[in-house]
């Protein structure tokens, strides 16, 4: 913990020496480790003063003119300037709460535990407050509760009855929205502590604005929230917390001439150009471009083989890169072991995964690597380690599905200790494992509005009437109809209906949490990001086998696919230059393929790109049987290959008896 000067260029010794203190003097003595560098532009007589600390916070500002480089009082304006900044910088949240809700010291306790898990997540001390000294209702707010407001970054309403109720809550709502500087988005994580009439019906303004943000339903923990699920509410709310306080400094930027913070937006789409694997899994060596030109809207990359040709491989591949270290450690070092190469059963080598991106608009390279060597991620000369080619890639909507992904009454707690972004992508290496957002479809976590609406209209839009969402309000729970039937909980969807529900719900949250501003206009082609999906057709009738895909193309235009299939009818969805036909019988693995199958059948699919007769195994038997004197008549095969979709099982049958009239009428 320090804060250390790394550079100092001022070419004047007495103003080197009295700048650097001025500002080491404005820093004082934070928690963490802080980084200075004081910089004079070689064109122009301007001092550029950068200051890194926790959290991923950075300033930068340039001091110019008599005014600003004034050595008065110990250079009194460059002080001045960064103490204002640092001053928001802090991680300082109240909690706003109404008269009597601590009477039984709720709110005691859940600032002690809030802010403990703070400190475990962050590694950093918080500053949490509250009013202690409210009592009864009061018209005014006191001088010491509007100073703690004043101070504030970050505000928890507690919601109850009382809370709307209570004038000063109202106005410390108030003041903490109004103080917030025209462009950032309020910094706000209300908690549910008693059901309230405000909430349930969105009776007015003050609730409505509160429901269109993230909150954590705490009412099933009122009375303790020691307990398991008590403490994950907990970790959630610090978790969101955390988040939203790292892109609040992530949206600060200098402005040279006035030093005022603007609003930067939304993340840059980057997107996926190729990936190199070697040594990993079933590869040797494998180079996959994602970046062909297509005549199909859309990124999409579809990866068809046979089982065991390395399918699933590539999308783990693909997750290990974008999550990258230290977040791949939460796998675990078994997880991690099983992603290399067994040439024999001595020597596992070391696996590594070299990734390409590209940012959408500027064009910006950006590469992952990573190697993997005896259950751990090694440095080695080609290896990255994370920033800062992955800092672009924790604002940007990752997502990664395996083969088992479902929901289940099952409470998921085995891998609770791990990140959100690693949780999100953990079907991937544990078939056992739930999806992140299992917990808001099966009512153990209240939604917000803005993933409601999304999440509504996703399904509408993908599933047309044969899937519909009915809602109420964020905490009564979400319902479906199946082919405008009756209403059914999540839990109770068919498989392929329940597989989709689940993912594209986990979608929409991660969307709804990384770009809250954009998501509350419910526009799903809003979305941009990387979606990894094994087994994209999991459980699904061939109807919407066929049409699945052509929809996620309207309804998702930003977003990058990259899927794998066993199914003919979501390959015929695809461009030739989409396809990629894995085949490790093939120099580097992989079928080139010479034509377009968008116009083929799903029998010329299956035999043509797939390798397979589409007729039964069982009618391939009997034909060979036949041919050793063994098995069905002739006559009986006759019958059975002249059944078809348009000859019932009667029909053939007269048909091969005219057939054997014929015959016997020709010998004569």
């Not at 480790?33 to 532009?41: A, P, S, Y």
């Not at 001088?143 to 709307?164: D, G, Q």
């Not at 209240?446 to 899937?467: E, G, H």
């Not at 049958?653 to 015959?663: G, T």
Request: charged share 25%.
């Amino acid at each position: 913990m320090a804060v250390r000067v790394f550079s100092n260029n001022l070419p004047n010794p007495t103003e080197r020496a009295e700048v650097q203190e001025a500002v080491l003097s404005a820093i004082g003595a934070p928690s963490g480790d802080w980084l200075v560098q004081i910089h004079e532009n070689q064109n122009s007589p301007s001092w550029h003063i950068t200051i890194w600390g926790p959290n991923h916070f950075k300033w930068t500002q340039e001091f110019f003119g008599l005014e600003e480089q004034n050595p008065h009082g110990g250079y009194s304006a460059i002080k001045k300037t960064i103490e204002d900044a640092l001053s928001s910088s802090r991680l300082s949240v109240y909690l706003s709460y109404g008269y009597p809700d601590n009477k039984d010291g709720f709110v005691t306790d859940l600032t002690e535990r809030l802010a403990q898990e703070l400190q475990v997540q962050t590694g950093l001390p918080a500053e949490l407050t509250f009013d202690a000294y409210r009592a009864l209702q009061e018209s005014t707010l006191s001088a010491y509760a509007e100073k703690l407001v004043a101070n504030a970054t970050i505000l928890v309403p507690v919601m109850s009855p009382s809370y709307f109720q209570s004038n000063e809550c109202q106005k410390e709502f108030e003041l903490f929205v109004g103080r917030e500087q025209q462009g950032h988005r309020p910094q706000i994580f209300p908690v549910y502590f008693v059901t309230a009439e405000e909430i349930e019906n969105r009776s007015s303004g003050w609730a409505q604005a509160l429901i269109r943000q993230q909150f954590v339903d705490l009412r099933a923990h009122r009375f303790d929230l020691s307990s398991t699920e008590g403490r994950r509410a907990i970790v959630e709310l610090a978790t969101g917390i955390r988040y939203g306080f790292t892109q609040r400094l992530s949206e600060k930027t200098d402005d040279p001439k006035s030093g005022s913070e603007q609003l930067v937006g939304a993340a840059e789409a980057i997107y996926l150009e190729s990936v190199r694997l070697e040594n990993f899994r079933c590869f040797e060596e494998l180079v996959l471009n994602f970046n062909r030109p297509s005549s199909l809207d859309g990124r999409w990359t579809c990866i068809a083989g046979t089982n065991g040709s390395g399918k699933s491989t590539v999308l783990q591949a693909l997750g290990l890169a974008l999550l990258g270290s230290p977040l791949v450690l939460e796998l675990g070092g078994e997880r991690l072991n099983r992603m290399r190469r067994e040439s024999n059963l001595r020597d596992q080598r070391r696996s590594k995964v070299d990734v390409m991106l590209k940012g959408a608009i500027s064009g910006s390279p950006y590469s992952l690597h990573l190697a993997i060597d005896d259950g751990r991620v090694v440095n080695s000369r080609d290896a990255s380690f994370g920033p800062p080619a992955l800092e672009p890639m924790r604002q940007l909507v990752i997502a990664a599905y395996g083969a088992t992904r479902n929901l289940s009454s099952r409470v998921d707690s085995g891998n609770e200790h791990m990140s959100l972004d690693v949780r999100r992508q953990i079907t991937l290496f544990d078939p056992l494992s739930q999806l992140s957002a299992a917990d808001v479809l099966l009512g153990r976590q209240s939604a917000n509005w803005p993933f409601l609406k999304l999440f509504q209209t996703v399904i509408q839009q993908v599933f047309d009437t044969d899937l519909q969402i009915v809602l109420s309000s964020p905490t009564s729970g979400i319902r479906f109809t199946v082919s405008n039937k009756e209403d059914v909980d999540p839990i109770d969807l068919p498989d392929g209906f329940r597989s989709a529900a689940a993912w594209i719900a986990d979608l929409c949250s991660i969307w709804c949490e990384k770009e809250p501003l954009l998501a509350e206009d419910a526009n799903p082609a809003d979305i941009f990001g990387i979606v990894l999906i094994d087994e994209i057709d999991l459980h699904l009738h061939p109807s919407l086998q066929r049409d699945l895909v052509p929809r996620l193309r309207k309804v998702f235009p930003k977003v990058q696919w990259i899927v794998t299939t066993h199914s003919p009818l979501v390959l015929a969805n695809f461009d030739v230059n989409e396809i990629i036909a894995l085949d490790r019988d093939r120099e580097g693995n992989i079928r080139e393929l010479d034509r377009q199958i968008l116009g083929f059948t799903s029998d010329e699919i299956y035999e043509w790109l797939m390798g397979t007769r589409p007729m039964g195994a069982e009618m391939g038997e009997e034909l060979s049987k036949s041919d050793q004197g063994l098995g069905k008549s002739q006559e009986d095969l006759a019958r059975l290959m002249r059944v078809s979709p348009k000859t019932d099982d009667e029909t053939a049958r007269k048909q091969v008896a005219e057939f054997k009239e014929i015959l016997r009428t020709l010998k004569r």
